[in-house]
């Protein structure tokens, strides 16, 4: 077999293609284990055995740290094949993925040299929703507050939890524009409370918690600003920011929820008897099936394109712009709505058989789930769309917002 080309910008040490094998083996795990994973509201210790040798927590991060450093096409394939086997599993990976990433790309080398030292094998989880406040002490900060949707919460080391900072009368302190700092404080998972709260539609064995902090330190190397942070390491790729790195890991979930409900409904088709029977001699069910599979394969390769053209970006030793940002967020919305309209298709299709514990009700739940995420929310959508139609051409994306240039 031909070695893949590889480029500067990219580790060499890691073939992605042996990642992908490892997959296929752990893949009748982690489906065995999937009705388990949502019964107990997170991963069973099988699947998360089965997981930890994938490091997908060092995927994105340097060599020089013990990671990978793949490009994101590789990235999205990883993502996308674990989650064709377990949406669960493929979630809590995309979360580690990505937030592994950021911690990797946004904090000091001093904070990064313990966090990615060799021998340790840290998993970062959290919420980038600035839903607590850090007050400054000496040596760093005290953190208090809430969050939600800590996915993969129970199986991390670290945590990644966005905060206002107290201005010193308990109000958001504000930078020398008037704008409010955020920040992103990293704190070990044992410092936190876990509360739980997670009884939702469906990925259900992702453990996504609410968790707290109650005067937690936080050092002072352990906090980057989350709205405003540059890259300190693999600067063209980093770039991307906390955005576009998240992009990547919920754009190869939904690559991979998608491409296994249309296997599943075709699989089911394909029987004889009963529902299946019916639908398999049906012109209607195969000819829009014929339509539901264009309709991904085009989203698909809008994704791959988008994400080529990023690496070609990177290689070139270039940034990204405004332009390529709004392109990955429009692959990101495209593949999650052809996935929806797949899983409404195939639920419909398979009658009482969708009904039932198994792969096509639980896919349809998690679908429903992920397409209501914020990142994929409609105003996201609607500035990209201003941005490459010509109407704000001069703006720029900050976390999710494309806003004038200053």
Request: charged residues 20%.
């Given at each position: 077999?031909?070695?893949?080309?590889?480029?500067?910008?990219?580790?060499?040490?890691?073939?992605?293609?042996?990642?992908?094998?490892?997959?296929?083996?752990?893949?009748?795990?982690?489906?065995?284990?999937?009705?388990?994973?949502?019964?107990?509201?997170?991963?069973?210790?099988?699947?998360?055995?089965?997981?930890?040798?994938?490091?997908?927590?060092?995927?994105?991060?340097?060599?020089?740290?013990?990671?990978?450093?793949?490009?994101?096409?590789q990235?999205?394939?990883?993502?996308?094949?674990?989650?064709?086997?377990?949406?669960?599993?493929g979630?809590?990976?995309?979360?580690?993925?990505?937030?592994?990433?950021?911690?990797?790309?946004?904090?000091?080398?001093?904070?990064?040299?313990?966090?990615?030292?060799?021998?340790?094998?840290?998993?970062?989880?959290?919420?980038?929703?600035p839903?607590?406040?850090?007050?400054?002490?000496?040596?760093?900060?005290?953190?208090?507050?809430?969050?939600?949707?800590?996915s993969?919460?129970?199986?991390?080391?670290y945590?990644h939890?966005?905060a206002?900072?107290?201005?010193?009368?308990?109000?958001?302190?504000?930078?020398?524009?008037?704008?409010?700092?955020?920040?992103?404080?990293?704190?070990?998972?044992?410092?936190?409370?876990?509360?739980?709260?997670?009884?939702?539609?469906?990925?259900?064995?992702?453990?996504?918690?609410?968790?707290?902090?109650?005067?937690?330190?936080?050092?002072?190397?352990?906090?980057?600003?989350?709205?405003?942070?540059?890259?300190l390491?693999?600067?063209?790729?980093f770039?991307?920011?906390?955005?576009?790195?998240?992009?990547?890991?919920?754009?190869?979930?939904?690559?991979?929820?998608?491409?296994?409900?249309?296997?599943?409904?075709?699989?089911?088709?394909?029987?004889?008897?009963?529902?299946?029977?019916?639908?398999g001699?049906?012109?209607?069910?195969?000819?829009?099936?014929?339509?539901?599979?264009?309709?991904?394969?085009?989203?698909?390769?809008?994704?791959?394109?988008?994400?080529?053209?990023?690496?070609?970006?990177?290689?070139?030793?270039?940034?990204?712009?405004?332009?390529?940002?709004?392109?990955?967020?429009?692959?990101?919305?495209?593949?999650?709505?052809?996935?929806?309209?797949?899983?409404n298709?195939?639920?419909?299709?398979?009658?009482?058989?969708?009904?039932?514990?198994?792969?096509?009700?639980?896919?349809?739940?998690?679908?429903?789930?992920?397409?209501?995420?914020?990142?994929?929310?409609?105003?996201?959508?609607?500035?990209?769309?201003r941005?490459?139609?010509?109407?704000?051409?001069?703006?720029?994306?900050?976390?999710?917002?494309?806003?004038?240039?200053?």
């Open positions: 077999m031909n070695k893949p080309i590889k480029h500067g910008s990219w580790g060499t040490t890691v073939d992605h293609r042996d990642l992908l094998k490892k997959i296929a083996e752990i893949g009748p795990i982690l489906e065995a284990n999937a009705a388990a994973d949502e019964e107990s509201g997170e991963l069973t210790q099988a699947s998360f055995e089965a997981l930890k040798p994938l490091r997908m927590s060092h995927i994105f991060a340097a060599e020089s740290l013990g990671g990978a450093q793949l490009p994101p096409t990235g999205l394939e990883l993502i996308e094949a674990i989650t064709w086997h377990s949406g669960a599993a979630w809590v990976s995309m979360v580690h993925c990505c937030i592994g990433a950021m911690s990797a790309a946004f904090l000091p080398d001093s904070a990064v040299a313990r966090l990615f030292a060799p021998g340790t094998d840290n998993r970062f989880s959290g919420q980038g929703a839903l607590g406040m850090l007050k400054k002490v000496d040596g760093g900060y005290r953190l208090n507050g809430k969050w939600s949707y800590g993969g919460f129970s199986h991390a080391t945590s939890s966005a206002f900072v107290d201005d010193g009368s308990g109000k958001p302190a504000k930078d020398e524009n008037g704008n409010v700092i955020v920040m992103c404080a990293h704190a070990p998972i044992s410092e936190h409370k876990q509360l739980g709260n997670w009884d939702v539609l469906g990925l259900g064995g992702t453990g996504s918690i609410d968790y707290a902090a109650e005067d937690v330190f936080i050092a002072d190397d352990l906090v980057f600003p989350i709205l405003t942070a540059p890259p390491r693999q600067k063209e790729f770039s991307l920011g906390v955005v576009g790195l998240a992009a990547i890991g919920h754009t190869g979930w939904a690559l991979g929820a998608g491409r296994r409900m249309l296997d599943e409904i075709a699989k089911f088709a394909r029987s004889k008897s009963g529902r299946a029977g019916l639908i001699e049906s012109e209607k069910f195969w000819h829009d099936y014929g339509r539901a599979e264009a309709r991904y394969r085009a989203a698909r390769a809008f994704v791959f394109e988008t994400w080529r053209d990023v690496e070609a970006t990177v290689e070139a030793g270039n940034r990204m712009s405004t332009r390529q940002i709004s392109l990955v967020h429009l692959a990101k919305s495209e593949i999650h709505e052809v996935g929806v309209d797949i899983c298709f195939a639920y419909r299709a398979g009658g009482g058989a969708s009904l039932r514990a198994g792969v096509i009700q639980r896919t349809f739940r998690e679908m429903m789930v992920a397409a209501n995420h914020f990142t994929i929310a409609p105003s996201i959508v609607t500035s990209a769309g941005d490459i139609g010509g109407m704000w051409s001069d703006r720029v994306w900050q976390f999710y917002d494309l806003i004038e240039k200053k």
